[in-house]
Structure formats: C-alpha cells, structure tokens
C-alpha cells in the first residue's frame, strides 16, 4: 500500500487500483469538488511522474489513450489547479511523492501493464444526470438526451432560436476547449447531418464562455456524453500467457515485502533498490 497525504487531496494505491480523493483545501479547483473521488484501475494507467518545481512540485498520473472520457475529451488542456489526475505537492512532501511514484511505476512494470489505446473505457466518466452553467448557457445531460438552454449573456441569434435538445442518439461527437487569450472557452455538440460549425457565442449546439478558464463543469459533462458515445474499437494487443499472474503476484508479494525492510531501515537504499531490479529481472525472464 502506498499513500500520499496533502493539502491538495490524497491518493492511495493498494496494487490494484489508484483512489484520488480531492483535499476540503479551499483553494482546490471546483472542477476537482464537483467530480468528487476517482478510483482508477491499474490497468487504466500509462505511467506516474513526480515533476519537482521550487515550492515542492506535482505528482502527475498519465492514463492509457482510450481509458478515461475525462482525459480523452480535455486532451491535456486541463491545467493543474482543475486536472484530477495531478496533485499539489508541498516542499516537505517531495520525498514522499517521489516513493508514491516509485511504487506504482514498480508495479505497472511487475504486470507488464499495456501502455497502448484501450478498447473500451476502463473508468465510467461521471454520473449522470449532470449540469453545468458557464457563460452563455446551461448544459444538462440525463445519460440520453442534451438540452442547452441561454443565459442573459447569449447572443440574439441563440435567444431567438431557443432552448436546443438533442438525442444521444443524434450526436455524432463532443469537442471542448477553456478560454485562451481573447478567444472561448467552449463545450460544441456535433450533430449528424448538421453543416459545419458557425462561430461559437452564434452557434446554437455550443455553449461559449469568454470569462471562466475551465467553464464551470463544462469538461465533466462532455466526458459524460463522451463516455455513452459508441467508439472505434482499436486492436490490442494479446493477452499474457497462462500462469503469468501467478509470477506476476508472487514477484509483487515480494516486492511489498522489500518495500517493508527498507522503511523499516534493514535495508538500505542501495540494497533495496538492487533487490528490486532483481525481483524486475525475473519477472522478465519468465
């Protein structure tokens, strides 16, 4: 088990899965409050860095490309106070980060976890029904219909048009961006046979925001469209062959127990990082 405790949340990885709990910290990101915990399967991750900066730095979790409709539909554009998948960490915590990160990447490496694109989702996105207001308008979505409805900040063409619905099964696609620069934030809906899109604050399947960076909620219901969406389904590669679990949990075991001796100081840094490249060596072999 390895844990990590700090203002900005808390993250605990048991070997099987990576439980993200947003921190009561008052400066942490609404985004953040408003998705609530993440429990990400291991084989949902790509990969764990700490990235040190001069007040402490981030513990960042990189998911496989196809695991998580969250991630897939912010392509990265989510920054750090809004990303669930990246944890402040303060000066005094370093050490503890750099192990969290240690611990994981060791495991990922004991199974052999698949970096490559997911065949289906792994995490579920959020639960429905869900609701986000941001700039120009008001998104709902119930798991099977959108509805879009204006703010007094809505151009004249969109008032004029009215509140918009669209059946999931009428949505060809979801694209979402945060407000850069001069330009909008925006959360667009693709319609099948509908043209192309029309600038965002005149198009009435998208809702724009000028002011907020991340829009409210905006990202969390896209992701919630885009999980219930039907999706291209990449080839995989083959399943381990038979048996390699048991190699897989009994080098595990192996290391959880060198993890133990070295915290405990009967071994030192350099004989536990040895008898892991070992335990790492076999696994290989096998």
Not at 239 to 263: C, I, Q, T
């Amino acid at each position: 088990m390895a844990e990590i405790a700090v203002p900005d949340g808390s993250w605990t990885f048991n070997g099987e899965t990576l439980r993200i709990v947003p921190g009561s910290d008052k400066n942490v990101h609404d985004l953040r409050r408003t998705l609530g915990e993440v429990v990400v399967p291991r084989d949902a991750i790509a990969g764990v860095a700490f990235e040190p900066a001069r007040k402490g730095g981030h513990l960042r979790l990189r998911l496989r490309k196809g695991a998580d409709p969250l991630s897939d539909v912010v392509a990265g554009a989510l920054g750090a106070p809004a990303d669930p998948y990246r944890l402040a960490v303060p000066k005094n915590r370093v050490g503890a980060a750099e192990y969290f990160a240690d611990e994981v990447r060791d495991t990922l490496t004991v199974y052999q976890t698949p970096t490559g694109p997911c065949e289906d989702y792994v995490l579920p996105g959020p639960d429905v029904p869900i609701t986000a207001t941001a700039g120009d308008g008001t998104v709902f979505f119930d798991g099977e219909r959108v509805r879009l409805e204006w703010t007094g900040f809505a151009d004249d063409k969109k008032e004029k048009a009215g509140p918009q619905e669209y059946p999931l099964s009428d949505i060809s696609g979801v694209e979402w961006k945060p407000q850069a620069g001069m330009g909008y934030g925006t959360l667009r809906f693709r319609i099948k046979g509908e043209g192309p899109a029309k600038p965002p604050q005149k198009d009435k399947r998208c809702v724009s925001w000028g002011v907020q960076r991340y829009g409210g909620a905006t990202a969390l219901v896209a992701a919630a469209v885009l999980a219930r969406l039907p999706r291209n389904v990449p080839e995989l590669p083959p399943p381990p062959p038979p048996g390699a679990d048991d190699v897989h949990d009994a080098v595990l075991r192996r290391l959880a127990e060198l993890g133990e001796l070295h915290r405990s100081g009967v071994l030192t840094d350099e004989e536990f990082a040895l008898a892991k490249q070992a335990m790492i060596r076999r696994l290989r072999q096998s």
